[in-house]
């Protein structure tokens, strides 16, 4: 490994390290550390997510959710449902109702997910977020979108929850669910891999069920570890897939050494990966360096590593289509 490979290693760990530490704590002691790190990226790529395997929501179940909260009074630093909201409280309330955490103010809100180019681009369930003041470094309001050119928002003291039209063109569009209809899972399950191919019917059958390519599963399992089933990074991760054991314990995998769970779970992982971040590209940046650096540089990451993993992947999954 390169001292630029080096390098870009120990900021991306010290990166993922800041956001999986909450707003506010320390992660000093030996025993938050030890957590932290079982969620960070070994030497083959694969990260601890936390996924459990849930469908994400739709952008209609956002704003059907967002809906339940008009007429709520806007209150400064609100949180509370009972007492009430300010805008970025809103926002994190109805999506942590749908299983979805987001950062508690609205700069960070605003960078969450993946980029929406324009308005003319943007789905229900979008997050759309200004910068309105020079004191503050990034967004400081912040609404869901439902379409039609209309939004939900808690717009500020003395008015309440309210629909309204978008007012001026957002300084930020973010998509945190999938649009509905567009990039779901669990139609057609992509290219089925050849028959030759060690594990090809476990990839069949995950592609089947969860309607991830089958070739992706194989050209992910070739990748992690050369169809080695035993196989253990230096960094822990273990089996076809090299999972960690903090993302087998998320996913629901209790012996990563078997092929069949280990597919299994990995296929749920890029399942969700995909939905959360639209693009196959984007799953893979975040299977190998964690969703956080996916949120953090807005793209794959910047790091020789990862960049050559997602470039490998899709390659062998070209070939094996």
């Known amino acids: 490994m390169s001292v630029t490979d080096v390098t870009a290693r120990i900021q991306q760990i010290q990166s993922q390290l ?11 002691s030996a025993t938050d550390f030890a957590a ?39 209150v400064w630093g609100g949180t509370d449902p009972d007492k009430g909201l300010d805008c970025s409280g809103l926002v994190q309330l109805v999506y942590k109702n749908l299983g979805i955490d987001l950062p508690r103010l ?17 789905q229900p369930g979008d997050l759309i977020a200004w910068d309105n003041s020079s004191r503050n470094n990034g967004a400081d309001h912040i609404a869901i979108y439902i379409g039609d050119g209309k939004m939900i928002e808690a717009p500020r003291t003395g008015l309440n929850v309210r629909i309204v039209d978008v007012p001026s063109t957002p300084d930020y569009i973010r998509r945190i669910v999938p649009a509905d209809g567009v990039g779901a899972v669990g ?13 090809a019917n476990l990839f069949t059958a995950a592609s089947e069920k969860y ?34 054991p903090g993302t087998a314990k998320g996913l629901g995998v209790t012996d990563s050494f078997d092929p069949n769970q280990a597919v299994d779970g990995a ?17 893979l940046a975040a299977y190998n360096a964690g969703p956080g650096a996916v949120i953090k540089y807005d793209g794959i990451p910047p790091y020789p590593e990862t960049q050559r993993y997602v470039r490998n992947v899709l390659s062998m999954m070209k070939a094996a289509s």
């Open 36 to 74: 932290a790190l079982d969620g960070v990226t070994d030497s083959t790529g694969t990260t601890g997510t936390g996924t459990t395997g849930d469908i994400l929501p739709s952008g209609k179940a956002v704003v059907t959710e967002a809906r339940k909260y008009l007429g709520l009074p806007y």
């Open 106 to 122: 609205s700069a960070d809100q605003a960078k969450a997910g993946t980029k929406v180019a324009s308005m003319a681009e943007a």
């Open 211 to 244: 309607g991830v390519p089958a070739a992706l599963l194989s050209a992910v399992a070739k990748q992690e570890s050369g169809y080695n089933p035993k196989a253990v990074s230096p960094a822990g991760a273990q089996g076809l897939m090299q999972l960690m």
């Open 267 to 283: 296929a749920r992982m890029l399942r969700d990966l995909t939905n959360r971040f639209g693009s196959t590209s984007l799953a």
């Open 18 to 28: 800041a956001m999986l530490a909450p707003a506010g704590t320390s992660s000093s």
């Open 187 to 199: 139609a057609a399950g992509g290219a089925r891999v050849s028959a030759s191919t060690p594990y």
